[in-house]
């Protein structure tokens, strides 16, 4: 969801503050190496699913 919230603020060119909290429940979640592979395929664009 923070990808998405970042996302669609961006696309109302609001700030993406209110996106934080959804930033602090997936880091806090999720292991580390874990959000590394997700950010590296999302950069390269091979990230498995739809943001």
Do not use: H, N
């Not at 669609?8 to 609001?14: D, E, P, S, V």
């Not at 993406?16 to 950069?43: H, I, M, N």
């Not at 390269?44 to 943001?51: Q, S």
């Amino acid at each position: 969801d923070f990808q998405r919230c970042q996302r669609a603020m961006a696309a109302r060119g609001a700030d993406a503050a209110p996106c934080q909290w959804y930033y602090r429940v997936y880091k806090s979640l999720c292991p580390t190496s874990w959000v590394t592979t997700w950010d590296e395929a999302r950069e390269e664009g091979t990230f498995p699913g739809k943001i």
